[in-house]
């Protein structure tokens, strides 16, 4: 048998990470997270996988432990550093008013739950709280992938992780008065502690404004970015062990440390010094409790970890559901927000570890909870499409889109798509009393436009019925104003096949989707970015002194040349045209032959130059072929 008791720490960090490399990359690919692969990884490493057949230095997860706490730390620290008064301004009805009814809701249900089959109140208490909490790495991440942070849906699920992600340090103090075994405090009286607690969080709050900020300054001055790094541990660090000193809770410390810099201008980049520590330390906190996951536990009991961890799911979808409509939100939003907060949070970890450490629940319990956490968030992707998919059910407006009497007189304008292009459209046209009808896909869009007296309604452009029922085939122009090319070309194509009577205006994404959109078929597009190009250029040779009547020559000749560029790529493709202007062959073209040879200031751009005009060279020395340079791109 081998012997890994014989090796040393460095060994020991070794065969944690190599085991983090390969099973963590795989729980990615098949989309259960990465923290369920680091749960996974330390199941095999622990006394209950490899540690019994290879006699584990880690038959206990008590060495690894204190560094992967440290991930902890870190991690409140990050979220306090989100948590600036600014963001939970603008999101305060729904941080504070549905996301405390969610957890109180939710913590009730679970709690009481847990209450009937046996458990005393305190423990209910605890593990109802701590349930009530989804997991924000987990989420965030879906929603990232999804493209959905923007949403409605999206925008209120992160406010009610926010909200939860500021119930940890509460919960965490709750569980000290409740738990059998309290921290020895040298039995000061409650005002004493009262005061030593205030006077803390004011030092630190003291420190973070007149000392922290001026040395973060300074170090970015001087270009001391690693004194940054530095400097943003030993905050971190020092946070944490005064609130321990003190005998109150180091993540206290940290999220308190991190509040406090909230606003500092040096926030993004103590961000992403921190990220990597928090990561990988995290990761070693997670290991950490897989380790401690006993699988004969598991396995004995593995029907009853799979009910409960679907009932939680089930009990946290409904409970959520209804706080959304409650707070508004229609029928296929808060099944979404349902779904996608259903699974319980790797802060859960966090606290049962810690309960285990006051004697509040025993290391079966412990094993038990853990299990039921990992597997709710490893079935979170599947309750995201099954609420997605009855959302689908229950969501009326988009099978029959409410869009009374359009078709009786017909609006001169149908547009297609409401966002900040449309918008901003829509001013000009109803500035002239043009009759305007306009259709999204984004509820709350529709909510927000309605004071601007549009005939706005929820239909998608993509249908050729919604089109229809919206008035299409009576309104004089269509203008697509989608944000997405391939979207915008789709419906292009099919408003000129079924209503060619109509114009079609559509909103360009660049020069390669503009020639697209024109062989498409529509009548008028624009690249929308442009005209805010051109009057960018135009103030700029105002501001220089231009004359104003040669600032217009110039506009005017720019946009020639671009309409003439884009008829003769139309017919030739991106790449033709460009020996009609007589212009280099190089990747971004100017309309303009420059007047002048650009001058190189350093080095790099000296050597970049040369290598060009080398590369030019070449190629008037070879025969003309048909490979065209890179797109423009606007």
Known sequence: MIELHQLDFVTDIMLFLSMAILVVPIAKLVRIGTIVGYLIAGVILGPWGLGQYLGSPFSTPDELRPI???????????????????????????????????????????????????????RSLIIGLTLALSSTALTLRILQDRGDRTTVMGQTSIAILLFQDMMIVPVLALMAIVAPISIDTGQRPGWETALITTSTVLLLVAVGRYLLTPLFRLFARIGAREMMTASALLTVLGAAALMKAVGLSSALGAFIAGVMLAESSFRHELEADLEP???????????????????????????????????????????????????????????????????????GFVIFAAAVAVDLFNPHQNSLLSAIISFSMAFTLLSVQLTQWLGAKFKPEPVKPDIPNSKEGGSKVLVIGFGRFGQLACQLLIAQGSTVTVLDTDAQRIRDASRFGYRIYYGDGRRLNVLRAAGADTSSVIAVCTERPETTSQIVKMTKAQ????????????????????????????????????????????????????????????????????????????????????????????????????????????????????????????????????????
């Open 68 to 122: 992967g706490e440290l991930g902890v730390v870190m991690l409140l620290f990050l979220i306090g550093l989100e948590l600036n008064p600014g963001r939970l301004w603008s999101l305060r009805k729904a941080i504070f008013g549905t996301g405390s009814a969610q957890v109180c809701f939710s913590a009730l249900l679970i709690g009481l739950g847990v209450h009937v089959v046996g458990v005393d109140w305190q």
């Open 277 to 347: 520590f928090r990561g990988l330390l995290l990761g070693f906190f997670f290991i950490t409790v897989g380790m401690s996951i006993d699988l004969n536990f598991v396995y004995s009991n593995w029907l009853t970890v799979l009910a409960c961890s679907f009932g939680l799911m089930l009990v946290k979808c409904i409970s959520i559901f209804v706080v959304a409509r409650v707070s508004g939100h229609t029928t296929d939003n808060s099944l979404k927000i349902g779904g996608l907060l259903a699974q319980a949070g790797e802060f």
């Open 499 to 634: 209503f060619p009577l109509s114009k079609i205006f559509a909103r360009a994404h660049d020069r390669r989707h503009a020639i697209q959109l024109v062989t498409a078929g529509a009548d008028f597009q624009l690249r929308e970015t442009l005209e805010s190009a051109l009057q960018f250029g135009r103030e700029i040779l105002e501001e220089l002194g231009v004359d104003e009547d040669q600032t217009h020559e110039i506009l005017a000749d720019v946009r020639r040349r671009d309409v003439e560029l884009l008829a003769l790529q139309q017919v030739g493709g991106l790449y033709a045209g460009y020996k009609r202007f007589k212009l280099p062959d190089v990747p971004v073209q100017p309309l303009i032959k420059p007047k002048s040879e650009s001058t190189p200031l350093n080095e790099p751009a000296r050597r970049l130059a040369e290598a060009d005009r080398k590369s030019e060279g070449d190629k008037k020395d070879k025969p003309e072929t048909s490979v065209p340079p890179a797109e423009e791109s606007d």
